[in-house]
């Protein structure tokens, strides 16, 4: 049950401040500046336990009251005829009359006897141009109590249909901005995309093309030389560096040196989005040569493909075989420089050890010249077998001259005979030995001329090693030379197309209204957060 209202009191009106301190200050009593002498120091004395109400309000604040229940609390103390000027004096002023002010009676009471007021203050709330924002519980100014105006059953409906339809209609503008939003952003745009792609776009012939760089592998190979041997990640340097050279300005340049490519794109006949200017410049070109010419790469294949577009299928496979063969021979110009100096320095090593195989076979040839005998060491050993001979011969004639002298009456004649025969042998024995010290026609020894020779003939025994060494070098450059040798394998060749294959009218038009949908979605979720943070 609700409690009696208590009678109000005249009162003097609560001072214009938020300050709890300054609510409970004492009024003039009419004794002016008069001293009792109870009075200490000019302060209150209160009772053993009793808070002041700055203390009782700070307990308050400390109890954790929600908005809700501070709200209750004010509509309470209003009802009762008790004026706070903020929410938690409401509730001190409440228990200090006895009334709790979140009992569940209570509560049920006030709300019985607000009904109508809640009413009004919902069609006040929810009518047009109303402030949706969010109130926290306000300080009550002094001098304005609560609307106690009631209203009947048939001016609620009337405000209600009001309200009913004042949204109906708002909502009605807002569908129609949107679609004007929508048709202005979303479909006229789709619509102009859709009228170039089907009445306006010139049909255009693609050319696909697919092909693979290939390495030359020789036999007989082992570790890992051939472990990655016949898969893409060996060419897969190569196949990107050709992607590049096609897309490259390069390639566009020698494409309209050798087919025309701007020419063939400058015909009238083709839509101005896709024609180039007469006398185009070469930026010009190579943008439209990025849209026309198409080439991917599949590094886990090692497939290069190639789409070619042009407004003409002939134009088309012509381009695509040019720029296959600017491939090829790009492919071959990776590997020619290092080919070409494996090759060089091998084949400049053979040239010098043949040169100087030539010079030490010339000097044994002078030597043999100069000593006038083809080997000196066979020759020295006829001729100290000779000598070897003849000093046997030697010994035998000096025996019988001993054999002779030791006669009583040695034969004279023979005597003779012996000895001049030991002297013949000397003289011969001493000619062969002067062959061996002296060459034939010159003034050095034989043995000097010899040790010479000798000399020469192993500089060239090793001259002909070197050369034998630098001939298998140079078989062994040649090998490797051919096993970095590239190649271009075409797995889909150039095909002129019978029918257009751009513009795909139906899908670009699909897509332009998805891009513009996308646009127009990001732009007004941008426009409804910036709205909500400048309103909030």
Request: glycine residues 8%; charged residues 25%.
């Amino acid at each position: 049950m609700a409690l009696p209202r208590p009678q109000p009191q005249p009162a003097k009106p609560a001072p214009q401040t938020d300050d709890p301190a300054e609510l409970f200050e004492a009024d003039e009593d009419g004794f002016g500046d008069q001293k009792f002498p109870t009075a200490q120091g000019g302060t209150d004395v209160l009772a053993a336990g009793e808070k002041t109400p700055e203390e009782e309000i700070a307990a308050i604040r400390a109890e954790g009251l929600t908005g809700r229940q501070l709200r209750l609390a004010r509509r309470m103390a209003q009802k009762q005829g008790i004026r706070a000027s903020s929410d938690f004096e409401a509730v001190l002023m409440l228990r200090r009359a006895g009334i709790d002010p979140f009992d569940r009676s209570n509560i049920v009471a006030l709300v019985k006897g607000k009904g109508d007021a809640t009413s009004r203050a919902l069609a006040r709330t929810d009518g047009p141009g109303a402030d949706t924002r969010v109130q926290l519980p306000q300080t009550v100014k002094p001098g304005q109590p609560p609307s106690t105006e009631v209203m009947s059953g048939d001016r609620r409906a009337a405000e209600i249909l009001k309200i009913q339809r004042d949204i109906a209609r708002r909502r009605r503008r807002k569908l129609t901005l949107l679609a004007a939003r929508l048709a202005f952003f979303v479909f006229l745009p789709t619509l102009i995309a859709g009228y170039y792609y089907f009445a306006m776009a010139t049909p255009m012939y693609a050319t696909h093309t697919a092909f693979v760089i290939q390495k030359a592998e020789g036999l007989g190979q082992s570790g890992l030389s051939g472990l990655f041997s016949g898969t893409q990640l060996a060419t897969n340097q190569d196949s990107v560096t050709v992607q590049s050279y096609l897309q490259s300005r390069d390639a566009m340049q020698r494409l309209e040196r050798d087919q025309g490519f701007k020419t063939v794109f400058e015909n009238p006949s083709i839509d101005p989005l896709q024609r180039l200017p007469e006398h185009a410049s070469d930026e010009q070109a190579y943008r439209l040569y990025q849209r026309m010419v198409k080439i991917g790469y599949d590094p886990s294949e090692g497939i290069v493909k190639m789409e070619v577009i042009a407004p003409d299928p002939k134009e088309s496979q012509k381009f695509s075989e040019a720029l296959i063969s600017y491939a090829e021979e790009q492919v071959d110009q990776l590997t020619s420089r290092l080919r070409g100096d494996q090759m060089k320095g091998a084949r400049e090593s053979y040239q010098d050890a043949e040169a100087k195989v030539f010079a030490a076979q010339a000097k044994v040839q002078n030597l043999q010249e100069k000593v006038g005998i083809l080997d000196p060491v066979s020759e020295n050993s006829l001729v100290m077998g000779q000598v070897s001979s003849f000093e046997t011969q030697l010994q035998h004639k000096r025996l019988e001259l001993g054999q002779l002298l030791d006669n009583p009456n040695p034969n004279q004649a023979r005597v003779s005979g012996v000895q001049g025969d030991i002297d013949r042998l000397q003289g011969m024995i001493a000619g062969l030995r002067g062959k061996l010290t002296t060459a034939k026609g010159s003034g050095e020894s034989l043995a000097a001329v010899t040790g010479q020779l000798q000399i020469a003939q192993a500089e060239l025994q090793t001259r002909q090693m070197l050369l034998s060494a630098a001939a298998q070098q140079m078989e062994t450059a040649r090998i490797e030379a051919n096993k970095q040798v590239r190649y271009l394998e075409m797995g889909v060749r150039p095909v002129a197309p019978d029918e257009a294959t751009y513009p795909r009218s139906f899908e670009n038009t699909l897509l332009a209204f998805l891009i513009f949908s996308g646009i127009y979605l990001m732009l007004s979720l941008t426009a409804s957060v910036l709205r909500e943070q400048v309103s909030s």
